[in-house]
């Protein structure tokens, strides 16, 4: 007998299947995040998968890989057709529901969410159409505190799901703001440079330099840049190192002392060689202000 | 200032957010009952939300109400376009894992799901189009054992949520094939006498007499049933009554071994009057066969 379903007894690309032994294991994770989440008084948020087109896209257009839900009954429908997609991350949600509740909600509003975001493309080997993402934010908090209480739970999560062997590599945006000025090359190439250095462990130093020289950034400034991007490592070193590397150059004073109040917040919660400071971590150009990071497996594989 | 999106801050109609107060209480529940299913061997499965349209709708057509994915990349795309859709419950993905996973899965296969299912229709008030579902299922396992085991489960369930005033209702399909032919009324219209026996404690007895007359069943018929779906309570006392309604006519015999093996199962784990039978629980007209059940809570408001 022919089964005329056959070649579909599958899951579409880049969706897939957790039998137990996989779904067991995710959790597992799940559970021991949620569990250091919530000790760090973080609190559970769900909201849909779904959202308003315009609430996900915003201003902007086209770049958006979406899923848009489509349904018979509506097309029928005679009334105006909302657009609903599903979303691609849990930001545009939490911005959503910080606008939408404003005061009902407490703040600093820490919030933890675990849930699946979706890219509407074609997937490439690896990649996921479904995907879970478990976010932990705090909204409402200016102080420098809060990223370091970030940092401290991030190195207790990788603890908790049994990662032994990590590193939380930290940088901020404050200080790499004052980099045009300082080193000199024009403003508007910022972006620009700091792709470059954000990649800049993955490619050649002759790479690096080339890369560089097509902005037509001058010798001098390339050479200072290739100087930066090299610090990292110990905090209390690095926040040396950035000292001699600005002297007395005060736009770069805010992000150095930024750097500061983490390296002595963590210190005294006794997180010594698991969180480094590091002026190649850039992280995505269009959300981040102040402290980025990162966190990576040590293991040699 | 006006804010151009500020119609849309919030959830598209049919898709909610929960707020830390009511995410914290589904999850708690969530682990109350993930907890029992695990005590009762069952092993968790994760599918993805979307299944290609032809896995969900298989050979029926039409009647589903389904949100169809569709993103702007495969539009633009040469390949064939595949149909997408978010599912609308856990059971088809059930079976298509069981189907194309085969003998890779322990028989019998005891798993368990949570997941949100969807419906892409236009919400009634109260109705959601993005809803959680928790489903525990056993594959491969023909004994009525399997059946009783899923009883207890829910009455563990019930307790581990809170919930201590419940009832579950117990009735078996095999017992109700055999209405028809002693009952005295056409096998083709069984199904319309199940729906009419399914509602009959949301109607008056002059509209199920009415109801069923319309379908030009004898009033002697009529009768017959009106006493059957009267026939509820006390598991041993039911059986009782089974016994007496239905004499010595054979075909019915199956069904009530049946229920006297759950009832004694039942019984041997001290479950007593948290599970009743009931002669009215029919449940979903395409699915189900053997034993059939659904929970109460029993609480005056």
């Not at 896209?57 to 009334?79: H, P």
């Not at 690896?126 to 993402?133: T, W, Y």
């Not at 934010?137 to 990590?166: H, L, N, P, Y």
């Not at 945006?173 to 300082?182: A, E, G, H, M």
């Amino acid at each position: 007998m022919t089964n005329k379903y056959e070649k579909k007894l599958a899951t579409p690309s880049g969706f897939r299947d957790l039998l137990p032994d996989e779904a067991r294991k995710r959790e597992y994770i799940i559970e021991k995040v949620r569990e250091v989440y919530s000790r760090f008084g973080f609190e559970p948020l769900e909201t849909p998968v779904a959202e308003f087109e315009e609430i996900i896209v915003g201003e902007k257009a086209g770049d958006f890989n979406l899923f848009y839900l489509d349904s018979n009954k509506e097309r029928q429908s005679d009334g105006e057709k909302e657009s609903i997609a599903l979303r691609f991350d849990l930001t545009v949600p939490l911005a959503r529901v910080v606008s939408q509740y404003g005061n009902a909600l407490p703040r600093p509003f820490k919030r933890y969410q675990v849930g699946y975001s979706f890219r509407g493309e074609r997937p490439q080997k690896g990649r996921f159409r479904q995907f879970v993402q478990f976010d932990a934010d705090v909204v409402g908090a200016k102080s420098i505190v809060a990223d370091t209480e970030m940092i401290s739970m991030i190195t207790e999560v990788m603890k908790a799901i049994g990662v032994s062997q990590f590193v939380v590599r930290v940088n901020t945006r404050t200080l790499l703001n004052s980099l045009p000025q300082y080193i000199g090359f024009a403003e508007n190439l910022l972006r620009e440079v700091l792709v470059i250095l954000d990649k800049s462990e993955k490619i050649s130093k002759d790479e690096f330099v080339l890369e560089l020289s097509r902005l037509r950034i001058s010798e001098q400034a390339i050479k200072k840049l290739e100087e930066f991007s090299g610090i990292a490592g110990e905090r209390g070193g690095v926040i040396e190192s950035l000292k001699a590397f600005f002297g007395d150059y005060q736009d770069a004073m805010p992000g150095i002392l930024e750097l500061e109040t983490i390296h002595e917040g963590l210190s005294s919660l006794g997180i010594q060689t698991e969180v480094v400071f590091d002026m190649k971590i850039i992280r995505g150009l269009g959300y981040y202000t102040g402290p980025v990071f990162e966190t990576q497996s040590t293991r040699s594989s």
